[in-house]
């Protein structure tokens, strides 16, 4: 079973606005990573964020982490075209070792 | 230097027999893991190996097995195929423990069609 849900599940903008997606999940974790895939090609790791962290940044990313909510969230500011792909949140347990992915979320940004 | 390679990239099958998925990881990572994504089921995890060795193992049938090799490639292998295994597989790579710090790196995965 999926740990993590993710929403919305698809999401429509246009070049240049920012996209927001939620990745909300059930148990406690390592750390929690969020990963692009273009059109059921692999896997591109974007980033990661550990337990005892909040927020982090990397370039137009912006992630953060909710431990009392059990939840994230992915920003992508100033949207572009070669952003659309499909965003997959991702727990890593205590345990290590292993990825419990979400649903995913397909993004779109219009030219 | 050279990212995970997967091979074969696609492949067609036929219910009943079996099929061998390869994957070679990042020189120096001892890690591979593979993953199935379907449209129905998502991303799931399959199994993890390190050393050789399996260390975890996701909620699949014995028909899915896996195995490392000395030099860290690994394979895996589908048994009896069904229709349902039609998905695309992916393998990823990690450091020890480099996946806790740094995340995993994916392979392009193979595409199998049990037909």
């Known amino acids: 079973s999926q740990q993590g849900e993710e929403d919305p599940q698809a999401l429509s903008i246009q070049e240049g606005e920012n996209a927001t997606m939620n990745c909300s999940y059930k148990t406690s974790i390592n750390n929690l990573q969020w990963y692009r895939q273009n059109s059921g090609r692999g896997l591109v790791h974007l980033i990661l964020?550990?337990?005892?962290?909040r927020e982090k940044h990397s370039g137009r990313l912006r992630v953060t982490l909710d431990t009392s909510k059990k939840s994230s969230s992915l920003l992508i500011t100033a949207s572009r075209a070669a952003d659309t792909a499909s965003y997959f949140c991702?727990?890593?347990?205590?345990?290590?070792?292993?990825?419990?992915f979400g649903e995913g979320t397909q993004l779109t940004v219009n030219p | 230097k050279a990212g995970v390679t997967q091979t074969p990239r696609y492949l067609i099958k036929t219910r009943g027999q079996q099929v061998t998925l390869s994957c070679s990881p990042i020189?120096?990572?001892?890690?591979v893991s593979w993953y199935q994504q379907t449209p129905g089921q998502g991303l799931q995890f399959l199994f993890e190996?390190?050393?050789?060795?399996?260390?975890n193992k996701g909620n699949f049938p014995g028909r899915f097995s896996g195995r490392q090799f000395s030099n860290s490639r690994s394979e895996m292998n589908v048994s009896t195929l069904e229709l349902g295994d039609s998905a695309l597989y992916l393998c990823?790579?990690?450091?020890?423990?480099?996946?806790?710090?740094?995340?995993?790196?994916f392979g392009s995965g193979t595409r199998l069609t049990v037909v």
């Open positions: 991702a727990t890593d347990l205590t345990s290590g070792s292993r990825l419990t």
């Open positions: 964020i550990r337990s005892n962290e």
């Open positions: 990823a790579s990690s450091l020890p423990k480099g996946g806790q710090n740094y995340g995993y790196t």
């Open positions: 020189s120096g990572h001892r890690s």
């Open positions: 190996y390190f050393s050789e060795t399996q260390r």
